[in-house]
């Protein structure tokens, strides 16, 4: 697609439920990213993938998150068993490459209320 | 590895003045420097972006930023505010790194324009 789509845009779940955050990244962009942006704070890295190669999961806060990445595009964020302190903008974002000179390109995010 | 200061964290300033966000970063060679702007409720926009060259470096939305290696700033200018700018700005140092240390962004700096 043109831009980097996340969906939902805005989630409300009860405490204890699973959610899903589907990220769906450019097309031809190996490199993927997933931050987390709580109420006036700055980006929380939390995984990236780039290719084939093992994704880098030192940023996800518990066990409680995990991410995954089919077929080298779409990739999906998920929590388990949420806590309010989950509740935050979870922002993809996507790069043409490995190269940190690439160009990053972001979602809208995905606002995540947990009541 | 390398690292982003951005020192303010909140900075108000009236429509028609004059601008600059501060941004200092540590890196052991010559980085790859991005702005990026984030409106309430969206995803991160590219503003500008240095990777060689002239050191003063025009962006969207009538922004400047200027290199100066001896300072290992990249400040973000613009001469006259408009309301529409108030934003959330951040800053971001790429480097050669693959993976996650590819980029790294400052903690954000949050603009306020009074009418």
Do not use: M
């Amino acid at each position: 697609g043109a831009g980097v789509s996340q969906s939902p845009s805005n989630k409300v779940t009860e405490k204890g439920k699973d959610v899903e955050l589907r990220c769906d990244p450019i097309s031809g962009h190996t490199a993927l990213y997933w931050y987390r942006q709580s109420l006036g704070q700055g980006l929380e890295f939390l995984i990236y993938f780039q290719g084939n190669s093992a994704p880098d999961k030192s940023g996800l806060p518990s066990d409680r998150f995990s991410a995954e990445r089919t077929g080298g595009s779409v990739s999906t964020l998920t929590i388990q068993r949420t806590q309010q302190e989950d509740s935050a903008v979870y922002l993809c974002a996507s790069r043409f490459g490995p190269s940190g000179a690439n160009v990053l390109t972001f979602g809208a995010g995905s606002r995540l209320t947990v009541l | 590895a390398q690292s982003v200061t951005q020192p303010d964290i909140h900075i108000t300033v009236s429509e028609g003045a004059s601008l600059e966000l501060r941004c200092n970063y540590s890196y052991g060679a010559t980085p790859y420097l991005f702005w990026y702007v984030q409106s309430p409720g969206q995803g991160l926009q590219l503003l500008l972006k240095y990777f060689s060259g002239d050191t003063l470096v025009q962006g969207i939305k009538g922004f400047e930023a200027e290199f100066k290696r001896s300072q290992s700033s990249f400040n973000l200018r613009k001469p006259s505010v408009h309301w529409s700018d108030a934003a959330e700005y951040f800053c971001a140092v790429g480097a050669f790194d693959t993976g996650r240390r590819a980029l790294t962004f400052g903690s954000g700096t949050r603009l306020q324009v009074q009418p």
